[in-house]
């Protein structure tokens, strides 16, 4: 079984920086690929950053440049490091485990609330 538990969150002006972690606890195997999705109401759920397990990254167009994506493969443990937030980045975001010792499958987290407000 994989379990997938995200941290942080909250509540930020915009212009701050806030950072969320994701520990995914597994006895499959190896993680191949670990990364963040959101989503806001009546919308479908985006990517938003991956990390695989040799380090390639993907980033939507527009968090580039202000988002961070990094990842500690030792204990499964994938961070988002998130500045300059804009009212747009709004949404429940949630943890992505992908591939688990060749079983190509997707384990979430439970998500966490993301507001940038004034």
């Known amino acids: 079984q994989v379990q997938v538990v995200e941290s942080g969150g909250g509540w930020v002006q915009p212009g701050g920086s806030l950072s969320l972690s994701c520990a995914a606890s597994?006895?499959?195997?190896?993680?191949?690929?670990m990364g963040w999705f959101r989503q806001v109401p009546g919308s479908q759920r985006e990517l938003v950053a991956t990390i695989t397990d040799q380090g390639s990254t993907v980033y939507r167009e527009s968090v580039k440049g202000r988002f961070t994506i990094s990842r500690t493969n030792a204990n499964n443990t994938a961070y988002l490091q998130m500045n300059s937030l804009k009212s747009e980045d709004t949404a429940v975001y949630y943890c992505?485990?992908?591939?688990?010792?060749?079983?190509?499958?997707?384990?979430w987290g439970q998500g966490t609330q993301v507001t940038v407000s004034s």
């Open positions: 992505n485990v992908y591939n688990v010792g060749q079983d190509w499958s997707n384990y």
């Open positions: 597994t006895s499959i195997g190896s993680i191949y690929r």
